[in-house]
């Protein structure tokens, strides 16, 4: 079992800029992060399969959120630059076990789950 710890989560005014972080605590196929919002669905912002050089973005966040990986493979940032209002929710780290192929943007690609930060952009 992998343990997924977050943190970077807090409250800023539109426009302003957030950093997540996620540790693994062991090895993983992939990491990233979905986002969830009040009575809404969780959704897919970001994620990096550890064998694959470039990253995958959702629409709504491309050219703004980055995602980035350390060399021990068991972490990951999450920059988010250009925040609004409808960026606000709870973030969740999420992590694929060894082997476990699948599209990035699936909820179900993932096996292992962070316990969520919350991001409130308010002004």
């Known amino acids: 079992q992998v343990q997924l710890v977050e943190s970077g989560g807090g409250s800023v005014q539109p426009g302003g800029s957030l950093r997540l972080s996620c540790a693994a605590s062991g090895r993983t196929e992939a990491m990233g992060w979905f986002w969830q919002a009040p009575g809404e669905v969780r959704q897919f912002v970001a994620a990096v399969r550890w064998s694959v050089l470039y990253p995958t973005y959702a629409d709504s966040v491309k050219g703004r959120f980055t995602i980035s990986r350390t060399n021990t493979e068991t972490t990951v940032h999450l920059q988010m630059n250009a925040l609004n209002p409808e960026d606000t929710g709870v973030y969740y780290c999420?992590?694929?076990?060894?082997?476990?192929?699948?599209?990035?943007?699936?909820?179900?690609?993932?096996?292992?789950w962070g316990q969520g930060t919350q991001v409130t952009v308010s002004s």
């Open positions: 999420a992590a694929a076990k060894i082997g476990h192929i699948a599209p990035l943007n699936e909820h179900n690609t993932y096996d292992y």
